[in-house]
């Protein structure tokens, strides 16, 4: 009954590697988002699909390709990967018109 | 530059005491500011959220309040239980037109000790 469900929890990969990390919700909610909180604890938006539609894309580098198939589901694809990659990646979701955000429990990727 | 600065960086409080925690912002337009609790290893959750509009707003023994005019909220906990031993974060949300974008605070880390 997981409401944002995000696999897998745990990613341990080498420098130059492609991974996805894929996000689902059942909440019925039509906007989903993509996080990155470093080392610091700090929470950044990478990206925001509204309706499977791109609405936001901060400034990521072209490695990461968000992927939204349908409304329940935002993949997230990180092609040659960095030691900067590092860190814990959350997927949320929210409904539009609604300001209640729900997160996922995160991925913590670590790249050697 | 939209920004959201919180105070202190980590508390260190024994049970049953009260603490409040200090959140500082310079976000424009402002649309809400939000509490979450955020356990480790585990993704944030809303303990509040505060239009313009609202001076107070309580969830259980959390009480968040926010002065729109000085850009200042503060999120007090009461009778703090080891439970509560988490990372707080002070999210304010801005609307650009078509979406809504949340700005974050790095997070206060509070530990309880018994």
């Known amino acids: 009954d997981t409401a944002v469900s995000q696999t897998p929890k745990y990613l341990v990969t080498q420098m130059g590697n492609d991974k996805s990390i894929k996000c689902e919700q059942n909440?019925?909610?039509?906007?989903m988002y993509w996080y990155k909180q470093d080392s610091k604890k700090f929470l950044k938006i990478m990206f925001s699909?509204?309706?499977?539609?791109?609405?936001i894309n901060e400034t990521v580098p072209n490695r990461f390709s968000p992927k939204s198939p349908d409304k329940a589901h935002l993949n997230l694809h990180i092609n040659s990967l960095e030691l900067g990659d590092s860190a814990v990646y959350f997927c949320a979701s929210s409904r539009q018109g609604e300001i209640g955000y729900t997160f996922g429990s995160g991925t913590r990727l670590t790249v050697v | 530059k939209n920004q959201v600065e919180q105070s202190p960086q980590s508390l260190i409080i024994l049970e049953g005491k009260n603490c409040t925690l200090q959140c500082n912002y310079t976000v424009s337009p402002f649309s809400n500011l939000r509490w979450y609790k955020q356990d480790t290893g585990r993704g944030p959750v809303s303990l509040t959220i505060?239009?313009?509009?609202?001076n107070t707003k309580s969830n259980g023994r959390y009480t968040a309040t926010l002065d729109a005019d000085t850009k200042q909220s503060s999120l007090h906990i009461t009778a703090s239980q080891l439970s509560d031993s988490a990372s707080y974060i002070c999210v304010v949300s801005s609307w650009g037109g078509a979406t809504n974008k949340l700005i974050f605070g790095t997070g206060t880390l509070l530990a309880v000790q018994p």
């Open positions: 909440l019925g909610h039509d906007t």
């Open positions: 505060m239009t313009f509009s609202e």
């Open positions: 699909y509204n309706n499977k539609e791109l609405i």
